[in-house]
């Protein structure tokens, strides 16, 4: 990382400058220099690197880009010189305008969310058939300690409850971990910056808590067991 100061002098190429402020160094910005567009410098103009050229405008940007192709192209006539970089269009330069790049952006974004949620909802899926899958087997192994709990008196209803909160507990504890997991994950990552938002926890919470009645099964199974049958078989 080079230690630059406002007022301090560069050279580029043989040319000197006076830098006279910083941009922040993310997204876009990244190892850029920007000069004025006054500069004619057939050193600069010519390199192989990228040069990119941002314009400001009042008017219609999309009514403006034919009318800056149309300059380049005055600009920049030669397309065959040895050593120039092409664009697809085998041209020394690209024109793109602010809206179609939000554009892209948007639908990239689109494209993002689609697909994580087509694995939410399947991890979803597979959650509810573990978590139906779990209490079934709590019911099958305690299967003489519930024939206990009702031939002492425990009514259908609480022993009903007790499974059917295990399957929300067994939610929660998901959320839980895969929440801290995700969080340190993504902290471990270097140069990622992330906000944590309360509401992410409340929505995740609001999703896991219906995750949890699907013990709703299981637990009527082990709600309808018969005291007798049960400690027989246990």
Not at 106 to 131: F, P
Not at 157 to 168: A, D, K, R
Not at 207 to 228: E, N
Request: glycine residues 12%; aromatic residues 8%.
């Amino acid at each position: 990382e080079l230690k630059i100061r406002v007022g301090e002098k560069i050279k580029i190429g043989e040319d000197g400058f006076r830098v006279i402020g910083l941009v922040t160094n993310q997204g876009m910005t990244q190892g850029q220099i920007i000069i004025p567009l006054s500069i004619n410098n057939e050193t600069i103009l010519s390199t192989k690197r990228n040069l990119e050229v941002v314009i400001l405008t009042d008017g219609k940007p999309a009514v403006l880009q034919n009318e800056i192709q149309r300059i380049l192209k005055g600009r920049f006539p030669d397309k065959k010189k040895k050593g120039n970089q092409f664009n697809r269009d085998n041209e020394r330069f690209m024109v793109s305008i602010a809206e179609g790049l939000l554009e892209m952006i948007k639908n990239q974004q689109w494209t993002s969310r689609m697909i994580v949620l087509g694995i939410g909802l399947v991890t979803l899926i597979l959650a509810g058939g573990g978590i139906v899958n779990l209490i079934m087997l709590a019911v099958r192994q305690r299967y003489k300690e519930i024939g206990i709990m009702r031939a002492c008196g425990a009514r259908r209803q609480t022993i009903f409850y007790l499974f059917l909160l295990e399957g929300v507990l067994l939610s929660l504890y998901g959320l839980v971990l895969g929440g801290g997991m995700a969080f340190v994950y993504v902290g471990l990552i270097d140069g990622v910056r992330f906000h944590l938002f309360l509401d992410a926890f409340f929505w995740s919470a609001f999703i896991c808590l219906p995750l949890g009645l699907c013990g709703y099964y299981p637990a009527m199974m082990a709600a309808a067991i018969s005291p007798c049958e049960a400690i027989r078989q246990g």
